[in-house]
């Protein structure tokens, strides 16, 4: 099983400041990781697949880069509404979810 | 669009099996795109499951797949879940999801979930 591995567990920052979210996989997983943003009661939304692809609607402040094991989600000035849970996804060998990582409002 | 609707018990007894089923509507549930169920126990991560896609193809989480079968009903559109032998772990809400026909590495679409509790 492919373990991923978020960081930091909670991200405390203020409306207009630059977030970076870490995901480290325990193996290669090539390019075949995704990005989830969850809010309370609701289902996950697809925010970036394959790495560095951001899904359909998803804003521009949004960007996914690396490859192989090391991972990073950054959404360049956060809006009141980018305040969740990130979650991110590898499908290289079945499919396992990292543990999240919770952007708070400081 | 695709939307995607679960339905099911919200309570099942411990041994018993839990069986829910995905209503696809807006699109075929034959297109390009493999099926998924993922659960996410309280204020938990989330967890795959096991996918399907319409020929009938099918794979399972390793750590769940001896209680685990999910099909496919193309002449309803719709697919289904049952995990077998639940106990008080297998409480979560349950979603279905479709993956994204480009890389097939994510979900772009989800259901809204449905909550199942295990308890006597």
């Known amino acids: 099983e492919i373990v991923l591995t978020q960081s930091p567990a909670t991200l405390s920052l203020s409306p207009g400041e630059r977030a970076t979210l870490s995901c480290r996989a325990s193996q290669s997983v090539s390019s075949f990781l995704a990005w989830y943003q969850q809010k309370p009661g609701q289902a996950p939304r697809l925010l970036i697949y394959h790495a560095s692809n951001r899904a359909t609607g998803i804003p521009a402040r949004f960007s996914g880069s690396g490859s192989g094991t090391d991972f990073t989600l950054t959404i360049s000035s956060l809006e009141p509404e980018d305040f969740a849970v990130y979650y991110c996804q590898q499908r290289s060998y079945w499919l396992t979810f990292g543990g999240g990582t919770k952007v708070e409002i400081k | 669009q695709v939307q995607l609707q679960e339905s099911g018990p919200g309570l099942v007894k411990p041994s018993g099996t839990l069986s829910l089923t995905c209503a696809v509507s807006g699109g075929s549930i034959s297109s390009s795109n493999w099926w998924s169920w993922v659960r996410q126990p309280p204020g938990k991560g989330l967890e795959w499951i096991g996918e399907?896609?319409?020929?009938?193809?099918?794979n399972y989480n390793p750590s769940l797949k001896s209680r685990v079968t999910i099909s496919v009903d193309k002449s309803k559109n719709q697919f289904s879940l049952k995990l077998s032998s639940v106990t008080a772990a297998d409480t979560a809400l349950y979603y279905c999801?479709?993956?994204?026909?480009?890389?097939?590495?994510?979900?772009?679409?989800w259901g809204q979930g449905t909550m199942v509790t295990v308890s006597s």
């Open positions: 999801a479709r993956d994204i026909a480009d890389y097939h590495d994510a979900f772009d679409i």
């Open positions: 399907i896609y319409h020929s009938g193809s099918a």
